[in-house]
T-cell receptor
Framework: GENVEQHPSTLSVQEGDSAVIKCTYSDSASNYFPWYKQELGKRPQLIIDIRSNVGEKKDQRIAVTLNKTAKHFSLHITETQPEDSAVYFCAASTPSGGTSYGKLTFGQGTILTVHP | GAGVSQSPSNKVTEKGKDVELRCDPISGHTALYWYRQSLGQGLEFLIYFQGNSAPDKSGLPSDRFSAERTGGSVSTLTIQRTQQEDSAVYLC????????????FGPGTRLTVT
């Protein structure tokens, strides 16, 4: 089955700096890669995603890049703010049951701390 | 509109008891997923329902775990003879037919087995 590795496990930055979180996946059939932000005691919230036919996607201060050949994808947050502090999870979706989408396999998470 | 809801929000049970966790997906969402998140860990896939198709049960950790989805809407995850290692937050997610990639999560049920 799919295996997703996420690094680093913790990341500490100063406000205004950039933060980069990297993930690798194992199953070349995976075709959808979302990123979730989870604040303490809250549900995961989708912040950005990318499909396998796209190499890069940007939404304001957040961007995601995908390298299908190397099977890795990254989250980039620019001009970080204290409210960006949370746990970030990457995931990969593998088609199943004859559909083009399916369950998510998650990375272990990155605890991001943005210091004012 | 209303998001995914789950009940109860917290459940404390004694080892060996059975528990039922409920998920109400977003109205009209055809796909429903259950995940488990242990303390300080990532999310672990348990089971996936899509319409009338046979569910993908490949993530269920043992035969003590089962799930049903009645009428294509509400789902119940049942854990029989609970063990302490079952303690975790159980999260439900749903997605639409039109936008089937994005999964929207519920608030979770925190299960504590004493």
């Amino acid at each position: 089955g799919e295996n997703v590795e996420q690094h680093p496990s913790t990341l500490s930055v100063q406000e205004g700096d950039s933060a980069v979180i990297k993930c690798t996946y194992s199953d070349s059939a995976s075709n959808y890669f979302p990123w979730y932000k989870q604040e303490l005691g809250k549900r995961p919230q989708l912040i950005i995603d990318i499909r396998s036919n796209v190499g890069e996607k940007k939404d304001q201060r957040i961007a995601v890049t995908l390298n299908k050949t190397a099977k890795h994808f990254s989250l980039h947050i620019t001009e970080t703010q204290p409210e960006d502090s949370a746990v970030y999870f990457c995931a990969a979706s593998t088609p199943s049951g004859g559909t083009s989408y399916g369950k998510l396999t998650f990375g272990q998470g990155t605890i991001l701390t943005v210091h004012p | 509109g209303a998001g995914v809801s789950q009940s109860p929000s917290n459940k404390v049970t004694e080892k060996g008891k059975d528990v039922e966790l409920r998920c109400d997906p977003i109205s009209g969402h055809t796909a429903l997923y259950w995940y488990r998140q242990s303390l300080g860990q990532g999310l672990e896939f348990l089971i996936y329902f899509q319409g009338n198709s046979a569910p993908d049960k490949s993530g269920l950790p043992s035969d003590r775990f089962s799930a049903e989805r009645t009428g294509g809407s509400v789902s119940t995850l049942t854990i029989q003879r609970t063990q302490q290692e079952d303690s975790a937050v159980y999260l439900c997610a749903s997605s639409t037919r039109q936008s089937t990639y994005e999964q929207y999560f519920g608030p979770g049920t925190r299960l504590t087995v004493t």
